[in-house]
């Protein structure tokens, strides 16, 4: 497995670089002051610096570091959702049990390998329990609201985004030992794709996909960045179990979701009146932001490779 | 005190408003927006609304850590007096100043108190509500905060809004939900020549009311 990180590690500093270079050589070109647009390249390039790092560093403490890492993300994420939707004095022990209760042991699930309630604990339990919950505290204002709120937080944050750890408990044959690399490979394609679709976006961008929704996605943004992001899905066979035509596959239907739950993310943005879910990481936005597309592919993904590729 | 003494009782402060603070930006992610004003080493009167037990903390989490050492909130003495561990949270732990509802004489008169800390060039963080808010509407404030800058007319009066602390630790909780918060520093508001206090009052409120970024929230 050294020898593939090696590859990752290379490959994602080469890759930031050349980012880093032209976009350094672009601001340096362009009238001064620099266009919003150039100002957030640059940031958002310092970010994925960052970011890589943080994953680069989880990504050496194996089964610790993601779970730990991920546990954190969905903290941060639920802090997001939570903010931006209604909620009353009287919700206060459900909020509470949301962050104290809900993440701590859905991720206890996935470090233990319960799939058996790693899988309904939140959409049976919670879903059934938090509504009661709320009902047993005799405030019904605008209750349907509160409680599909909430729910949505934890289905979002907690749950969908502890699919990405729980790859570590899959049993490929042949693979074992190496599931670290499923996580790369998911999260690589994903966010890879993100970024090409604002590539291709900025560069041949025409044809607005929903104006209504989202104005900066495109047709041409949609379209290059799902056959970039399955090629790369081709490329990075190597560290995955498929072969490079089924990981091609799995990257387009991972990136397809990805772009879904960009989608809905930006709905229920627009939704609730505001542009970004926050302000964690800079020029990306809040954490929600940065995985909207992971929340919406993780769970797709886990079940594929469960469904075709586990004992 | 003793000179070891007065080390242990500073070293208390500075580690207690350090870890609040921490504390504050871990929870809620704090952050400053100066819309109106900016940092400064100015003497100043911070005023808030009020809805929680958090709120001085996350105001104080905005400010420069030399700023907080020198700012301190007003509490009431009939909450925060009450036993000898509220006292020594409020007084020396929080360094806040205390102040009586029900005052007897002269030295116990809310503005004396408050007075004498300006004079020690110190900052004030004060809640005009007079306490904390359990409604939706920002309530009338009380007059201390004409009273103080007629007195004192050279110390900046800046208003703050406090965001979302009342979803975070209500009123008669004690455990925080975790969600982001932010503190909306305005433009400062001084007394204007012949203005009587009812005006002026209403006027610092508005002002603090114009800070809030989501005025037409209907819960």
């Not at chain 1, 490979?185 to 590539?199: E, R, T």
């Not at chain 1, 066979?237 to 989608?263: D, H, K």
């Not at chain 1, 302000?279 to 594929?304: C, K, N, Q, Y």
Request: hydrophobic share 50%; aromatic share 12%.
């Amino acid at each position: 497995m050294r020898h593939e990180i090696s590859i990752l590690i290379i490959g994602l500093f080469v890759v930031l670089s050349t980012a880093s270079v032209t976009a350094g050589i672009l601001s340096m070109r362009a009238p001064k002051p620099l266009s919003a647009t150039l100002v957030n390249l640059t940031q958002r390039i310092n970010a994925w610096w960052v970011m890589v790092a943080l994953m680069t560093v989880a990504f050496f403490f194996g089964r610790y570091g993601m779970t730990i890492l991920f546990a954190f993300i969905s903290f941060a994420a639920l802090r997001e959702f939570v903010t931006l939707t209604h909620s009353r004095r009287s919700d206060h022990w459900v909020l509470l049990g949301m962050f104290g209760i809900v993440i701590p042991f859905q991720y206890w699930l996935v470090w233990t390998a319960w799939y058996g309630l790693f899988v309904i604990f939140i959409p049976v339990y919670c879903f059934l329990l938090m509504p009661a919950i709320t009902a047993l505290h005799g405030d019904t204002e605008r209750f349907l609201e509160r409680v599909s709120a909430q729910q949505w937080a934890i289905m979002i944050s907690v749950y969908c985004v502890s699919h990405v750890p729980a790859l570590l408990t899959l049993n490929v044959p042949g693979f074992e030992g190496r599931n670290l690399l499923l996580i790369a490979f998911l999260i690589i394609v994903v966010q890879g794709s993100d970024v090409l679709q604002y590539i291709f976006g900025k560069l041949f961008g025409k044809h607005r996909f929903s104006p209504n929704v989202s104005p900066s996605k495109t047709w041409e943004g949609l379209i290059g960045g799902l056959v970039a992001s399955s090629l790369l899905g081709a490329l990075l066979s190597f560290i995955t179990p498929f072969s490079p035509l089924e990981a091609s596959g799995v990257a387009f239907v991972a990136c397809t979701m990805g772009f879904l739950g960009g989608l809905v993310a930006s709905a229920i943005k627009r939704d609730q009146g505001v542009k970004d879910w926050g302000h964690l990481i800079e020029g990306h936005g809040g954490m929600l932001d940065r995985t909207d597309s992971l929340v919406f592919a993780a769970p797709i993904f886990f079940h594929l490779v469960r469904y075709f590729w586990t004992v | 005190m003793s000179k070891l003494a007065l080390h242990t009782y500073t070293l208390l402060q500075t580690v207690t408003s350090v870890g609040l603070s921490a504390m504050a930006w871990a929870v809620t992610g704090v952050r400053p927006i100066w819309n109106g004003s900016q940092p400064s080493e100015r003497q100043r009167i911070y005023f808030a609304n009020h809805t929680s037990h958090g709120d001085f903390i996350l105001l104080s989490a905005c400010l420069s850590e030399t700023e907080r050492a020198k700012t301190h909130a007003i509490a009431a003495a009939e909450y925060w007096g009450k036993s000898r561990l509220r006292r020594f949270i409020a007084q020396d732990m929080l360094s806040s100043v205390l102040i009586s509802r029900q005052w007897t004489s002269e030295e116990e008169h809310p503005i004396s108190i408050m007075l004498s800390v300006l004079d020690q060039g110190h900052s004030l963080i004060i809640f005009p509500e007079g306490t904390r808010n359990m409604s939706d509407e920002l309530l009338p404030f009380r007059s201390g905060l004409y009273n103080l800058s007629t007195a004192r007319p050279d110390v900046e009066l800046i208003p703050c809004w406090i965001e979302n602390m009342s979803r975070v630790l209500p009123k008669g909780q004690f455990l925080p939900v975790p969600l982001l918060c932010r503190v909306v520093f305005g433009a400062p508001v001084a007394v204007a020549p012949g203005e009587d206090r009812r005006a002026f009052l209403q006027r610092a409120r508005e002002a603090l009311l114009a800070l809030d970024p989501r005025p037409d929230r209907d819960d």
